[in-house]
Nanobody, 116 residues
Framework: QVQLVESGGGLVQAGGSLRVSCTTSGIIFSIYVMGWYRQAPGKQRELVAEFTRGGSINYAHSVKGRFTISRDNDKNTVYLQMNSLKPEDTAVYYC??????????WGQGTQVTVSS
């Protein structure tokens, strides 16, 4: 059974930093596409950052230079370090993984709130 458990969200002032984590189980971590999406109130869910199947990294334009995605294959965990946070980064952040057969899995989400 695949499980994705996010942690690390919270409330931070603009300009601050947070790191969210996603610990996975039930998957062969190293061969999955994985990343982070977010959804703000009244908006569609959008990609924030991801490791692609080819091993490269994609970032949303709005977070380039501020956010860093990383992974620890030994801990089956993917991280999103968020620096220089802005109020517009406020959203629920979701961990997302895709297995080699294109089956998608989502975490339950963790709230990130950036106050101005």
């Amino acid at each position: 059974q695949v499980q994705l458990v996010e942690s690390g969200g919270g409330l931070v002032q603009a300009g601050g930093s947070l790191r969210v984590s996603c610990t996975t189980s039930g998957i062969i971590f190293s061969i999955y596409v994985m990343g982070w999406y977010r959804q703000a109130p009244g908006k569609q869910r959008e990609l924030v950052a991801e490791f692609t199947r080819g091993g490269s990294i994609n970032y949303a334009h709005s977070v380039k230079g501020r956010f860093t995605i990383s992974r620890d294959n030994d801990k089956n965990t993917v991280y999103l370090q968020m620096n220089s946070l802005k109020p517009e980064d406020t959203a629920v952040y979701y961990c997302h993984v895709v297995n080699p057969w294109a089956v998608e899995y989502w975490g339950q989400g963790t709230q990130v709130t950036v106050s101005s």
